[in-house]
């Protein structure tokens, strides 16, 4: 047999590792992952968690949560906005709503007259995005936004928008909730969007049947605010104090059997397309041979998803989504791990985000140092994979073979076994290969019959 040394693999495999800047990524992801999951903060749920008064019925009403509030005071960023990053281009909704929602909390409780300026200065530039339908949109803001320059002028705010402008986002909003109460079937789904809500909504009836054993609605923290400016509740009063605290098998997917099951009874800030991607992806792994539920749901958000991407609706604004629709159309989930490794690397942005209501980021998951070890990770395979291809060529370079036949061998087993550890695991198989596809070819076309004579009896010894 074949001998291999495993010297030359270990020499890549401790030159890469013992780079100074892998090193470092390394002790960086690992203190990332100690410890809780570090969300970027939401100027949006603060400013609504800052504008629940303490005490609802008192004409001397004071913040509940002086913290939020001082916590908006703090956090406007230079050009007037609140929010992840005014400058994103898919983000330009989200600072406008997290920006009017800040204004909002500042001038409920009289304070901060220059920071509402610089606020409504903003959102005065950025007007033209409000309408804008090739904008990004978070969550309810057709229905939100328009509420909160309801509430904006009660407060007295002067908001730098057109007034027939204005009468055409409410007639959107009244066309939106009309929309959503149809096509669920019921008004409880409307709670998410607490924050475009009033007062005459049946808020007791909410808090019986939609809050959370958190006391939360939908472990969202503006929702949960706002319904408790509405209606005091002690459960939703604890969620959010705690809040405030913190701060500074296949029958289970039965209600997602069909489209319509699954938008009447998901919660909204569940029924993106990164979530139906998701379900796409579960829809392929089926244990037994009949699963009927499993094939529904395969047809139905795989019909939803090529009709997103044809429409270029929702997803072309934002291009990994699209690439990631593209992919899952495309490639089954049992593509082989390192082709799925590669297209996880190009997809990858160090500065991605997640819409709901409002933008959220996690520092824990994107971050340039998983970016540069998962590319070094990568690139540390491939060299030692190319080594190990290497070594074979020169051990068999004086046997008449046909280096496709080695190469073909070899990929097999490396596509699905290609950690470093399983070098010898590798080397066995192509070795094993090539002398049973060589042998093959003895007795097919290119051994005499001397030669295939002493080769079986070599193998009887």
């Known amino acids: 047999m074949i001998k291999y040394n495993l010297l030359v693999l270990t020499k890549i495999f401790n030159q890469l590792t ?24 939401s100027s949006y749920d603060t400013a609504w968690v800052a504008m629940v008064p303490s005490n609802r019925d008192s004409p001397n009403q004071q913040p509940c949560f002086p913290g939020c509030l001082e916590w908006v005071m703090e956090n406007q960023k230079a050009d007037g906005s609140w929010g992840l ?13 997290s920006t009017l929602a800040c204004v909002l909390a500042l001038q409920k409780w009289k304070v901060g007259e220059q920071l509402v300026q610089k606020g409504l200065d903003f ?20 229905i939100i936004f328009p509420s909160m320059i309801n509430y904006a002028n009660d407060l007295g705010l002067n908001l730098p928008l057109d007034s027939d402008f204005v009468n055409v986002m409410f007639h959107n909003r009244h066309l939106q909730l009309q929309r959503k109460i149809s096509f669920r079937g019921k008004e409880g789904h409307l709670v998410y969007y607490a924050e475009g809500l009033d007062e005459s909504y049946e808020w007791k009836e909410v808090m019986k049947n939609q809050q959370r054993s958190n006391g939360s609605l939908f472990n969202s923290p503006a929702t949960s605010a706002a319904a408790l400016i509405q209606f005091h509740d002690d459960k939703c009063f604890d969620y959010l104090q705690s809040l405030s605290k913190i701060h500074g098998k296949a029958d289970a997917l039965a209600d997602f059997v069909d489209d319509e ?5 998901v919660s909204p800030q569940f029924t993106t397309i990164d979530t139906i991607i998701h379900l796409y992806r579960a829809s392929q792994v089926a244990i037994f041979p009949d699963e009927p539920i499993l094939d529904k749901i395969n047809v139905w958000t795989r019909t939803f998803l090529k009709h997103q991407y044809s429409l ?6 934002d291009e990994k989504l699209h690439k990631e629709v593209d992919y899952a159309l495309n490639f089954t989930i049992d593509t082989v791990d390192r082709l799925k490794h590669r297209r996880g690397i190009e997809l990858y942005n160090p500065d991605d985000f997640r819409m709901l209501k409002t933008s959220y980021r996690c520092s824990n998951t994107d971050n340039r140092d998983l970016l540069m070890f998962s590319i070094q990770d990568f690139n540390m395979c491939q060299a030692i994979h190319h080594e190990e291809i290497k070594n074979l060529e020169n051990e068999i370079m004086t046997l008449d073979f046909d280096w496709h036949t080695l190469i073909s061998s070899y990929i097999q087993l490396s596509s699905i076994h290609f950690e470093p550890e399983l070098a010898n695991l590798r080397i066995a198989w192509t070795q094993n290969s090539f002398v049973g596809t060589f042998v093959d070819d003895m007795f097919d076309v290119d051994g005499s019959r001397e030669e295939l004579l002493n080769l079986i009896e070599l193998l009887k010894k």
């Not at 990524?25 to 999951?37: A, C, M, N, Y």
């Open 261 to 265: 099951h699954f938008f009447s009874t």
């Open 123 to 142: 959102i005065g530039s950025k007007r033209y995005a409000v309408m804008d339908k090739h904008q990004s949109s978070p969550i309810g803001f057709d």
């Open 18 to 41: 013992q780079h100074k800047d892998v090193q470092g990524s390394i002790e960086r992801i690992r203190e990332r992952f100690v410890g809780k999951v570090d969300l970027s903060a």
């Open 312 to 317: 270029n609706q929702d997803i072309v604004y």
């Open 85 to 97: 990053s005014s400058n994103h281009p898919s983000l330009v909704k989200d600072s406008l709503s």
